[in-house]
Nanobody, 123 residues
């Protein structure tokens, strides 16, 4: 069982930046990790994934603006969000799954989820 706790959400104007953090109850070294988001009335979508070696895969909608990273020594996952847009408004979740296959596969199901942190971008 993995517990995940997100923080760092808030309200920001368009063009601004936020950094989300996700602390895990265990080491990330054997888990695939990712950030997801869900806006009201929309399905949850993947934002960015990261593998054990630190390779990343951002969604097309955030490419060039958002960066996922992790600090294994602190068991912490980050999402740096720059040039925020109103359409980035959503609840953001970090998630983990046992490392099976590629960690950069958007179709994989995740087993563990945090409680979410709200990001609101005003135009």
């Amino acid at each position: 069982q993995v517990q995940l706790v997100e923080s760092g959400g808030g309200s920001v104007q368009a063009g601004g930046s936020l950094r989300l953090s996700c602390v895990a109850s265990t080491t990330y070294s054997t888990y695939c990790m990712g950030w997801f988001r869900q806006a009201p009335g929309r399905e949850r979508e993947a934002v960015a994934l990261i593998d054990i070696g630190g390779r990343t895969r951002p969604a097309d909608s955030v490419k060039g603006r958002f960066t996922i990273s992790q600090d294994n020594a602190k068991n912490t996952l980050y999402l740096q969000m720059n040039s925020l847009k109103s359409e980035d408004t959503a609840m953001y979740y970090c998630a983990a799954r046992t490392w099976v296959g590629s960690c950069l596969d958007f179709s994989r199901r995740y087993d563990y989820w945090g409680q979410g942190t709200q990001v609101t971008v005003s135009s």
